[in-house]
């Protein structure tokens, strides 16, 4: 490296015109990852220490770890741009590690995208935490691996103490997953991080945002046949397993389905019977951001 800058600084010595060192495609993309997503991580710290939170809402709404605000009915919350506000912490989710924390911002706040696609094992990924107090610190890495039966996102982007809360992030800035815990013998990171998908935070909005710490534990049922995990009492998409009828129909996260071949769906038993009796082609209908249409599904 010495002999590069020693040769760079003869040539511009000399007379030559010199060379500027263009960003690569993966620096490029880093930097306007962080750019547009750590204004909205924030420090939490609560009676039991401190971590990271993702502001998933302008007006103040903010997706945690259970973990970090465990046993608090108010946090305090320190966001990007260095006020200090209370937040109140309006709903848990221990099953999922997540909690919702609500504060009342001067002014909007800049906010995180809830992923729709689905995630893949070998993009790239974005972790933006606290790791030790040091603030909105980012590290890169891939998708390592997707848990087939609980969905949790593996990842080898460096997580440590105070990540915890943090967004896990896709190369568009979209929130993927929420950071949790690391796979460590001693206590430090190894590369095996764990994160709550998206579709998990989504659920836990709809059940709990704007109620008093309440707890919205919800089951999960998995239609195998059609490659989706659901949440079975609103019938909407937690997860689409990849290179799955689901997947290749355009099904994601977050869709809510309404019927199955012009019949109104109302549960999970009614679904697996109709796959079941099903040889070949289904019709669903689908709700996604308030819109409803048909989607065909190639079993």
Known sequence: MKKLVYALALVASLGFPTVAFALDRDESASIAVYEQASKAVVTIRSRGGSGTGAIIDPGGLIITNNHVVRGARNVEVRTADGRTYTGAVRSMDPQSDLALVEIRPMGTLTSLRLANSAARVGQRVYAIGN??????????????????????????????????????????????????????????????????????????????????????????????????????????????????????????????????????????VQLQQALEGQPANLVLTVEREQRVGRVKVEL
Do not use: C, Y
């Not at 869709?255 to 199955?260: A, E, K, S, T, V």
């Open 131 to 268: 790791p030790f107090g040091l603030e909105r610190t980012l590290t890169v890495g891939i998708l390592s691996r997707i848990n087939p039966d609980s969905g949790d996102l593996q990842t080898d982007a460096a997580l440590n103490p105070g990540n915890s809360g943090g967004p896990l992030l896709n190369s568009d800035g979209e929130l993927i997953g929420v950071n949790k815990a690391i796979l460590s013998a001693g206590g430090g990171n190894i590369g095996i991080g764990f994160a709550t998908p998206a579709p998990r935070v989504r659920q836990l909005v709809a059940a709990g945002s704007g109620s008093r710490t309440r707890t919205a534990i919800t089951p999960r049922t998995t239609p195998r046949r059609l490659g989706v995990v659901l949440d079975p009492q609103t019938l909407m998409v937690l997860e689409v397993q990849a290179n799955s009828p689901a997947e290749r129909s355009g099904l994601v996260p977050g869709d809510r389905l309404l019927g199955i071949n012009n019949a109104a769906l109302r549960s999970p």
